[in-house]
């Protein structure tokens, strides 16, 4: 069955700096992989999706690189702040081709961004 | 912003005892799920309904479980007998679009804690 694994529980980083978050998987490539943000106690909220004919994406101070040869998914922030501290989830289609929407999702990287 | 609401935020009950926790999806969003988190672990998926049906469901789902769309607004998942397994943050989302294609909305959660 398919596997998320996401590199590290925890990534402490300088304000300022980049942060780069990765999300590896196993067996097959999802044809959509997305990201997700997550604070402590509350629902995971959107952030970017990327379609497997997709190299990269970006969205202000996000960006997002997928490799289906690595079989792996690059999250970056730029410019870092204390307020983008929170956990960040990758996840993907639970079957080839999409399903109906069913994601798995990795356990998460916890950032801290340090002022 | 259309947002997804779940009631209620906290539940605490007896094992053995009937639950059903509440969701309001988006009102123009076709696709509904549930999915839980024990605490400090992973987003799971649960179940997928569409059309009045469930599309999919994972091995978590089991016969204690059911889904229900009673009117055109809300989106309950019923917990028949619970155990203390079962004490989770449950969340609800919905999407417009099928597959990993789109964005799923989640709901701020509802903690289920069994005794």
């Known amino acids: 069955s398919q596997k998320i694994e996401q590199n590290s529980e925890a990534l402490n980083i300088q304000e300022g700096k980049t942060a780069t978050l990765t999300c590896n998987y196993t067996?097959?490539?999802?044809?959509?992989l997305q990201w997700y943000r997550q604070d402590p106690g509350r629902g995971p909220v959107f952030l970017l999706l990327?379609?497997?004919?997709?190299k990269e994406k970006r969205k202000e101070r996000l960006k997002v690189t997928f490799d289906t040869t690595l079989k792996q998914s690059l999250f970056h922030i730029t410019a870092s702040q204390p307020a983008d501290s929170a956990t960040y989830l990758c996840a993907l289609d639970l079957f080839y081709g999409g399903s109906q929407g069913n994601l798995i999702f990795g356990k998460g990287t916890k950032l801290s961004v340090k002022p | 912003e259309p947002e997804v609401t779940q009631t209620p935020s906290h539940q605490v009950t007896q094992m053995g005892q009937e639950v059903i926790l509440r969701c309001v999806p988006i009102s123009n969003h076709l696709y509904f799920y549930w999915y839980r988190q024990i605490l400090g672990q992973k987003v799971e998926f649960l179940v997928s309904?569409?059309?009045?049906?469930?599309?999919?469901k994972s091995e978590i789902f089991d016969d204690q479980f059911s889904v229900e769309r009673p009117d055109g607004s809300n989106f309950t998942l019923k917990i028949r007998s619970t155990k203390l397994e079962d004490s989770a943050m449950y969340f609800c989302a919905s999407s417009a679009r099928a597959g990993g294609t789109g964005e799923l909305f989640f709901g701020e959660g509802s903690r289920l804690t069994v005794l």
């Open positions: 067996n097959y490539s999802p044809a959509y």
């Open positions: 309904f569409y059309n009045n049906e469930i599309s999919e």
């Open positions: 990327i379609r497997e004919n997709e």
